[in-house]
């Protein structure tokens, strides 16, 4: 829909705006409040700020919104003896406010419990001709509704409250099931609170050996044939400084006073704030062209090895280091997931596809168990190389904008790690 005027991206709370919208609309304007669950003083504080005659709410009157408690059929009681025109919609989802040309859509309910969760809004000034087209809409919606009285809310009252006893005994069995659930998952978060401890002493000991240094996360345009393109990098302001050298923080030990990277050639980054990993470019000024994906050849007993970076809050086991093994004389495909600390490299789950060749593109998943030892002990050998080795790939990488935001001040330093050097970013709090 097109915006005229102004339009306002809310990610948090949105009450205040739907207050702000309804009390400023003229009493011309006819409001509409459209959301499945009501419950608490939200929805009445929007509409006692408003002026307008006619005032609509519309919902979805349901049993097991009634014996969840999500939607209080004692609220819709006094809307409806204020003057205010409730409305049963089937299966309505929808969360949205409209006043004149004013609309707020969103995931947030108009509940108490809404104003405690994550939710994300819009709110717009709409054009004349979207308004009219809107009013249409909502003509034909409350075609399909049906007008809820007084008389309708006190019978349904009596037909749910039998239900009660029912409902509650099944909420008891539910909410085990959920604190059985909560357990499982919890199994898995032990052994995150574990490897998160060791990447909090990688970031403390950013500087145990080189001093680190600053550099400013900038974003550049391009023009591409299918449009525009945005690219994040890090860059270094400092004329007499580069991020291919380092300095050692004791100027008085044996070894030389500084490091140099060789300048075009990747190296890995690791983001202390993601747990990223990223093959990037070193040069002078800048690094960037963040990679994520390399094949090898390396492996004799795999025909097809690839190494992927992944974001380890995004993966089935909590890893930023993904390897995948397959051999053209076997039907079994190999996954291996790894999370690297900055301290260590730690094996954290994987598992063994076999091709089901009665089923098209069918696979049966084992555990690692039936992954041979031997094979297993020749990649975490050589994984070290594979992820620390430089090597020149001037070409490809992605822009990893999600994780980075455009200005901010990061402190890039240099680590080792078996005695392969590695990029470490960590923020800054500047």
Same mark, same amino acid.
């Given at each position: 829909? !097109?915006?005229?005027?102004?339009?306002?991206?809310?990610?948090?709370?949105?009450?205040?705006?739907?207050?702000?919208?309804?009390?400023?609309?003229?009493?011309?304007?006819?409001?509409?409040?459209?959301?499945?669950?009501?419950?608490?003083?939200?929805?009445?504080?929007?509409?006692?700020?408003?002026? &307008?005659?006619?005032?609509?709410?519309?919902?979805?009157?349901?049993?097991?919104a009634y014996l969840s408690k999500s939607l209080d059929f004692e609220l819709l009681l006094n809307l409806l003896k204020s003057g205010i025109k409730v409305f049963h919609?089937?299966?309505?989802?929808?969360?949205?406010?409209?006043?004149?040309?004013?609309?707020?859509?969103?995931?947030?309910?108009?509940?108490?419990?809404?104003?405690? @969760?994550?939710?994300?809004?819009?709110?717009?000034?709409?054009?004349?001709?979207?308004?009219?087209?809107?009013?249409?809409?909502?003509?034909?919606?409350?075609?399909?509704?049906?007008?809820?009285?007084?008389?309708?809310?006190?019978?349904?009252?009596?037909?749910?409250?039998?239900?009660?006893?029912?409902?509650?005994?099944?909420?008891?069995?539910?909410?085990?099931?959920?604190?059985?659930? &909560?357990?499982?998952?919890?199994?898995?978060?032990?052994?995150?609170?574990?490897?998160?401890?060791?990447?909090?002493?990688?970031?403390?000991?950013?500087?145990?050996?080189?001093?680190?240094?600053?550099?400013?996360?900038?974003?550049?345009?391009?023009?591409?044939? &299918?449009?525009?393109?945005?690219?994040?990098?890090?860059?270094?302001?400092?004329?007499?400084?580069?991020?291919?050298?380092?300095?050692?923080?004791?100027?008085?030990?044996?070894?030389?006073?500084?490091i140099t990277l060789e300048r075009g050639k990747r190296y890995l980054c690791f983001d202390t704030t993601s747990f990223r990993l990223f093959w990037v470019n070193a040069?002078?000024?800048?690094?960037?062209?963040?990679?994520?994906?390399?094949?090898? &050849?390396?492996?004799?007993?795999?025909?097809?090895?690839?190494?992927?970076?992944?974001? !380890?809050?995004?993966?089935?086991?909590?890893?930023?280091?993904?390897?995948?093994?397959?051999?053209?004389?076997?039907?079994?495909?190999?996954?291996?997931?790894?999370?690297?600390?900055?301290?260590?490299?730690?094996?954290?789950?994987?598992?063994?596809?076999?091709?089901?060749?009665?089923?098209? @593109?069918?696979?049966?998943?084992?555990?690692?168990?039936?992954?041979?030892?031997?094979?297993?002990?020749?990649?975490?050998?050589?994984? !070290?190389?594979?992820?620390?080795?430089?090597?020149?790939?001037?070409?490809?990488?992605?822009?990893?904008?999600?994780?980075?935001?455009?200005?901010?001040?990061?402190?890039?330093?240099?680590?080792?790690?078996?005695?392969?050097?590695?990029?470490?970013?960590?923020?800054?709090?500047?």
């Amino acid at each position: 829909m !097109p915006v005229n005027e102004q339009h306002l991206f809310v990610f948090s709370d949105v009450v205040d705006e739907w207050v702000t919208v309804a009390s400023n609309t003229s009493p011309e304007d006819e409001l509409f409040i459209f959301s499945p669950y009501a419950t608490g003083s939200v929805i009445e504080k929007v509409f006692e700020t408003n002026k &307008s005659e006619n005032k609509f709410f519309i919902t979805s009157v349901t049993a097991e919104a009634y014996l969840s408690k999500s939607l209080d059929f004692e609220l819709l009681l006094n809307l409806l003896k204020s003057g205010i025109k409730v409305f049963h919609l089937p299966n309505l989802h929808a969360k949205v406010l409209i006043s004149g040309k004013n609309l707020i859509l969103g995931s947030q309910n108009f509940t108490n419990k809404g104003q405690l @969760n994550i939710e994300a809004s819009v709110s717009l000034k709409i054009a004349n001709k979207e308004a009219r087209k809107l009013q249409n809409k909502i003509n034909q919606v409350l075609e399909d509704a049906y007008f809820i009285t007084v008389q309708h809310l006190e019978s349904l009252i009596k037909e749910y409250q039998k239900l009660e006893v029912d409902y509650l005994d099944l909420s008891k069995k539910m909410k085990k099931l959920d604190q059985k659930t &909560s357990k499982l998952l919890d199994a898995s978060s032990l052994s995150k609170s574990k490897l998160r401890v060791e990447i909090a002493e990688t970031k403390n000991n950013l500087e145990s050996e080189f001093l680190a240094k600053y550099a400013r996360v900038t974003y550049k345009e391009y023009q591409t044939y &299918s449009g525009e393109f945005d690219y994040c990098t890090l860059q270094i302001s400092n004329q007499w400084n580069s991020f291919t050298q380092f300095r050692r923080k004791n100027k008085e030990s044996s070894k030389s006073s500084a490091i140099t990277l060789e300048r075009g050639k990747r190296y890995l980054c690791f983001d202390t704030t993601s747990f990223r990993l990223f093959w990037v470019n070193a040069n002078l000024r800048q690094i960037g062209k963040f990679l994520t994906c390399k094949w090898l &050849s390396d492996l004799s007993i795999y025909d097809v090895c690839k190494i992927e970076l992944t974001t !380890p809050n995004e993966e089935e086991f909590f890893s930023n280091i993904k390897v995948y093994l397959s051999s053209f004389k076997s039907e079994e495909a190999i996954t291996l997931f790894f999370m690297f600390t900055g301290k260590s490299i730690h094996l954290v789950g994987g598992y063994v596809d076999k091709k089901i060749s009665s089923l098209r @593109n069918a696979t049966s998943r084992k555990d690692l168990s039936h992954f041979p030892k031997k094979h297993l002990s020749e990649v975490v050998k050589k994984l !070290p190389q594979q992820l620390f080795q430089p090597f020149y790939q001037p070409k490809g990488g992605s822009s990893p904008n999600r994780f980075f935001s455009e200005n901010d001040i990061k402190n890039l330093g240099l680590l080792e790690f078996n005695g392969w050097k590695y990029y470490v970013i960590s923020d800054t709090g500047i």
